[in-house]
């Protein structure tokens, strides 16, 4: 069992920046594919950005490429999601997600959620 805990949300203006970070216990989190997803009000929860198995794989979602950028630190557990030239249309609660099989497109796992409001 994996337990994830999401942290940095918050309310930002549009074209500022936020950093999330989504700590995992277990033993074998390097092996584990890490992602982050979004909820908006009314939508399907999409995966933004996904790093699969030792971080080799990198996925974002095209409505994120060049201003997300997922990294992981093995030796804290530690996924982290920057955000930058945040737009209002990034406003949802996003979720930390941990996959066993290290494909970036599989998960198992996930976190309680953290809020991000973007203002105009």
């Known amino acids: 069992q994996v337990q994830l805990v999401e942290s940095g949300g918050g309310l930002v203006q549009a074209g500022g920046s936020l950093r999330l970070s989504c700590a995992a216990s277990g033993r074998t989190f390097s092996s584990y594919a890490m992602g982050w997803f979004r909820q908006a009000p009314g939508k399907e929860r999409e995966l933004v950005a996904g790093?699969?198995?030792?971080?080799?794989?990198?996925y974002y979602a095209d409505s994120v490429k060049g201003r997300f950028t997922i990294s992981r630190d093995n030796a804290k557990n530690t996924v982290y999601l920057q955000m930058d030239s945040l737009k209002p249309e990034d406003t949802a609660v996003y979720y930390c997600a941990a996959g066993r099989a290290g494909r970036y497109y599989e998960y198992d796992y996930w976190g309680q959620g953290t809020q991000v409001t973007v203002s105009s």
């Open positions: 790093s699969g198995y030792g971080g080799i794989t990198a």
